[in-house]
Every structure is written in structure tokens, then in C-alpha cells.
């Protein structure tokens, strides 16, 4: 039986959305994924539309262009966080749609003291 041409596949940016958070809170060191983006995140970049989730996600000719906005946690390096969401971000959509990611741009927008938890 032939499968190749059995119709088509959309995925909706609310599922890619859902991803990308996912795959932002796995990283060590990420407190927070907003759930909107700052008006001066939509100034920085400028391919900003809507966003579903805290995320941003611009379908382009080559693939996708995702915005996520991050609080990261006192005491970790921000370079190094925002750097691991991203390339956490990318494979996990790529992984999981089959869609070209282009470029994940990460938007730290606070450090957050870690709350500690009382025994």
C-alpha cells in the first residue's frame, strides 16, 4: 500500500508553541517561559507577530523562526542558559514536526532568586 500521497499535515503554532516551552524548561537554570512577550521584546525583533504560549512563531520560506522569552535563575549564567534553550528549543521542534527550525532567538527578560523550599 502506498502512503506517500495519502493527503496533508498542518501543525498548528499553538503545538509548536507547546514544544518549544517544554523543551525551555528542561534546561537547567530557565525559572520561567512568559506568557507574553514584552513590548520592548517585540522592538529587539522585529519578526515578532503573535504568540501563542509566550512563544513566538513566524513561518518562513526556509523553515520557522521562533522568539521565546525567558526568566532565568540567580546565580547561572545567563550566556550559557539562553544558549542551551536554544539549542534545546531547535532540535525538539525539529525533532518532533519534521519542520525546519531557522532560528530561535531567546529573550532573557529577568533574573529570579530560586524559592527555597522549607523542610
Do not use: F, W
Request: charged fraction near 20%; hydrophobic fraction near 40%; aromatic fraction near 0%.
Amino acid at each position: 500500500m502506498d502512503e506517500r500521497n495519502c493527503g496533508s499535515i498542518k501543525i498548528s503554532e499553538d503545538v509548536i508553541a507547546s514544544i518549544a516551552v517544554t523543551a525551555a524548561l528542561e534546561i537547567d537554570g530557565t525559572a520561567k517561559v512568559h506568557q507574553k512577550l514584552l513590548t520592548s521584546a517585540k522592538n529587539i525583533v522585529g519578526t515578532v507577530k503573535s504568540t501563542q504560549k509566550g512563544v513566538s512563531v513566524v513561518t518562513t520560506s526556509e523553515g520557522l523562526d521562533l522568539t521565546v522569552q525567558i526568566s532565568v535563575k540567580n546565580g547561572y549564567k545567563i550566556p550559557d542558559v539562553a544558549l542551551a534553550v536554544q539549542n534545546n528549543v531547535k532540535e525538539a521542534v525539529s525533532n518532533m514536526t519534521g519542520l525546519n527550525v531557522c532560528r530561535v532567538n531567546i529573550i532573557v527578560s529577568n533574573v529570579v532568586a530560586e524559592k527555597v523550599k522549607s523542610e
